[in-house]
C-alpha cells in the first residue's frame, strides 16, 4: 500500500530550528510537496521536490532523498505564527497526491 | 489574486438531507478535486475532475457523487447525508501543464455536520 508518514506533533521554542521529518512509500514518485494549515483554515503551498537535495526559501528549507524515501521541512528563527499544522504530500504514479496526516507544531515563546 | 470559493464555511444537516457543496476557482484550472480532512487522517480524496463533464472516483467515493457542468464550478453531492460524514471538506484546483509540478490551491473549506 502507499503511505506517508509523519511525526503527529511537535513543540519548538520562539527563534530556534526546528526539522519535520516525512517518510513516504508510495506507487511511483513525481515530487514531494510541502504544505502549512493554520487551524481552520486551508492549506498553503510551501515547497515541492522532486530531485535530490535542499531547496531554500527564506526561513524554510526542504530537503529530499529518493533513495531513502525521506524528506523534512527545516523551519528557522521559529516565529509564533508558524504555529500550525505541516503536510506532506507525495505525487505518486498518476500524478495523485498521497497525503500524510500533518505535523501539528506548538510554538512556545 | 489566485481564488478558491466554497459556498459555506459552516453546515449543519440532518441524517437523510440531500446536501450540495459548491466549489468555484477563478484561475481557469482544468483540475478540480474534493477531499475530506478529519483528526489523526491526511487528506483523502473523494472525487476529482480533468475537464468538465469528466469525472474520477478517488479514494472514498461511497456515498458521494459530483457535478461539473462548468469549468470553474465543482459540485460535490451527498444523496443521503449520514453522520459518519460529518468533516471538514476542502475543495483544491490546479492546473494541467507538461510540466510535472502541479500545485493545488485549495478553498477555505466547509466544516459540515451531520445530526
Known amino acids: 500500500g502507499q503511505n506517508i508518514d509523519q511525526p503527529t506533533e511537535m513543540t519548538a521554542t520562539e527563534g530556534a530550528i526546528v526539522q519535520i521529518n516525512c517518510t513516504y512509500q508510495?506507487?511511483?514518485?513525481?515530487?514531494l510537496f510541502w504544505y502549512q494549515q493554520h487551524a481552520g483554515e486551508a492549506p498553503t503551498f510551501l515547497s515541492y521536490?522532486?530531485l535530490d537535495g535542499l531547496e531554500e526559501k527564506g526561513r524554510f528549507s526542504s530537503f529530499l532523498s529518493r533513495s531513502k524515501g525521506y524528506s523534512y521541512l527545516l523551519l528557522k528563527e521559529l516565529q509564533m505564527k508558524d504555529s500550525a499544522s505541516y503536510l506532506c504530500a507525495v505525487a505518486d504514479s498518476n500524478y495523485q497526491l498521497i497525503w500524510g496526516a500533518g505535523t501539528k507544531l506548538i510554538i512556545k515563546p | 489574486d489566485v481564488k478558491v470559493t466554497q459556498s459555506s464555511r459552516y453546515l449543519v444537516k440532518r441524517t437523510g438531507e440531500k446536501v450540495f457543496l459548491e466549489c468555484v476557482q477563478d484561475m481557469d484550472h482544468e483540475n478540480m478535486f474534493w477531499y475530506r480532512q478529519d483528526p489523526g487522517l491526511g487528506l483523502r480524496l473523494i472525487y476529482f475532475s480533468y475537464d468538465v463533464k469528466m469525472k474520477e472516483k478517488g479514494d472514498i467515493p461511497e456515498g458521494y457523487s459530483v457535478s461539473r457542468e462548468k469549468k470553474e464550478r465543482f459540485s460535490l453531492i451527498l444523496e443521503s447525508a449520514s453522520t459518519n460524514q460529518t468533516s471538514m471538506y476542502l475543495c483544491?484546483?490546479?492546473?494541467?501543464?507538461?510540466?510535472?509540478?502541479?500545485?493545488?490551491?485549495f478553498g477555505p473549506g466547509t466544516r459540515l455536520t451531520v445530526l
Open positions: 508510495t506507487s511511483g514518485f513525481n515530487g
Open positions: 483544491a484546483s490546479s492546473r494541467t501543464s507538461a510540466e510535472i509540478y502541479n500545485e493545488q490551491f
Open positions: 521536490n522532486v
